[in-house]
């Protein structure tokens, strides 16, 4: 059997899509289809252009249009920081009108290849845990946003931030001084992946400062039976209460 049909064939079995494209997207771009997939079902796309000595990559905005299908609420730009720092990570930038892009060596193939992978599965992975958190309007880190910074207005206030532990980046909600923190609803999705969060960052040891704050207004009793699981990894608090908590504006 012929080694580069079985090779044709596994890459379409296995979800890739590549073909060219006319002129709507420029003179001999790639449309390349990855098998990494939104949890709406959309796969994450890029277009791939040379350009002289230069490769040109953009998914033309059509990441930021699928999450918002999902329900992310990007009309503030704030909400945009996190996919920001993913893109940087990956050599790439997050353009004003929403497009993933960026620039490579035409020689180095496997560089951009994989950045182009990297990128896709972080992005993959950041929608997962933002999806699980059931914040998809980014409403639960406004409101604690806004009571950090009433609780102390001189305090540092940095979102999202990311944290290497060995071989995992872990992304937190806030570093309020020392402190890096996670706001989340009381699902089991959110809880499990904070659970995993919390006994990485043990690692660290003493510089390891958390605190999960979990939203009870809607649902009291569940976020205590949430609280008492997330309690025996990190210090984890009622969103109530935190904001009747004077001492951690000290």
Known sequence: MDTLHCCSDYFKQAGWHCSMLGDAHGSGALYISTPIVLSGG?????????????VL???DGITLFALRSLGFDFSDKRHWKGLEKIARRHHFTLSDDGAFQAEFDAKQDAAWGSEMLLLCAEIHAWEK???SQGDM???????????LKKMSPDRE???????EVGRALLEFDFKWGDLFIDAIRPSNQAVNARLRKGILMQRI?????VLFIVDDRFNA???RQELSVLG?????????DFEQREDYAA
């Open 42 to 54: 959309k796969p994450l796309d890029f277009y791939v252009q040379q350009q002289g000595s230069k």
């Open 57 to 59: 990559l953009t998914d």
């Open 129 to 131: 845990e933002h999806s």
């Open 137 to 147: 309007d980014f409403s639960l880190s406004d409101h604690v946003e806004s009571i």
């Open 157 to 163: 206030l940095q979102h999202p931030v990311t944290v």
């Open 205 to 209: 040891g003493e510089d390891a400062n």
């Open 221 to 223: 009793e569940k976020a």
């Open 232 to 240: 025996g990894v990190a210090p984890a608090i009622a969103l109530t």
